[in-house]
């Protein structure tokens, strides 16, 4: 679906999206707001929304205030202003004008790439993959001191990293190091449940307390309890964790 108020640039657009996915269908083209919000209201949603932020009867933002839908948006602009609040209306990238059709065509693979990763049969794959063997980890085994103890997944708020070590962080706030790197503890636990938010951290879903805009559609996490450390998810990070925290 295209939103853009200027006939030739809407021209250009859909050409370019017609040479970048040729068999995809533009579902409407539309110039306005209220345009948009009668058709919203009507139509199923799209899979992909383009969509120009300044338009003839105000700023599209205010089509998201008024309807709800779960399509990610690619914003087209010719301004760079509106970054911080294009992110926190599902956008999923933004283009400064003139789109050129490299623009495009990075856009759309982007989309395709979150798509793949969130696609509606992803919890089946998922459950595919444990009846072939493989076994979501629900222990971690810590040592302690010349013994070891015993730390149920349930119970880790978040792992991070820090001087080359990983460590824990359970709900009680306590620590314990772990023997393992992080991107190996992110392959045996419940992607459902732990996101890895950026390099150094791996969040569980029930510990983030709140998550706001941190600037250049970045995200900043506040956990339960509370991180030594800012967790900042990057913005090529964000719409994924978004969606985490949404579903």
């Not at 209201?41 to 992909?48: M, T, W």
Request: proline share 4%; net charge neutral; hydrophobic share 45%.
């Amino acid at each position: 679906m295209i939103v853009e108020d200027e006939p030739l640039a809407r021209e250009k657009l859909a050409a370019c999206l017609r040479i970048a996915a040729p068999k995809a269908v533009i579902a409407a083209e539309l110039a306005s707001v209220a345009e948009a919000v009668r058709w919203f209201r009507a139509n199923p949603a799209p899979d992909l929304v383009f969509c120009d932020i300044q338009l003839t009867d105000g700023l599209s933002f205010e089509i998201f205030r008024s309807v709800s839908f779960a399509s990610p948006v690619v914003f087209t602009t010719a301004y760079d202003e509106y970054m911080l609040e294009a992110f926190q209306s599902n956008g999923i990238d933004y283009l400064l004008k003139p789109i050129r059709q490299p623009q495009v065509a990075a856009a759309l693979a982007k989309f395709q790439s979150l798509a793949d990763h969130f696609s509606s049969d992803y919890a089946a794959r998922l459950r595919n993959v444990t009846h072939d063997g493989a076994k979501r980890r629900d222990r971690f085994l810590i040592r302690r001191g010349a013994g070891f103890h015993v730390v149920k997944t349930a119970d880790i708020a978040y792992f991070f990293t820090e001087d080359k070590l990983v460590f824990l962080v359970t709900r009680d706030g306590k620590r314990h190091l772990v023997e393992k790197v992080l991107t190996e503890i992110e392959r045996e636990i419940d992607s459902g449940r732990f996101f890895r938010a950026n390099r150094a951290s791996l969040v569980s879903i029930d510990a983030v307390e709140r998550c706001t805009p941190f600037g250049k559609g970045r995200l900043a996490l506040e956990l339960t309890p509370p991180s030594k450390d800012p967790v900042i998810v990057s913005q090529e990070r964000a719409a994924a964790c978004r969606i985490w925290l949404g579903e």
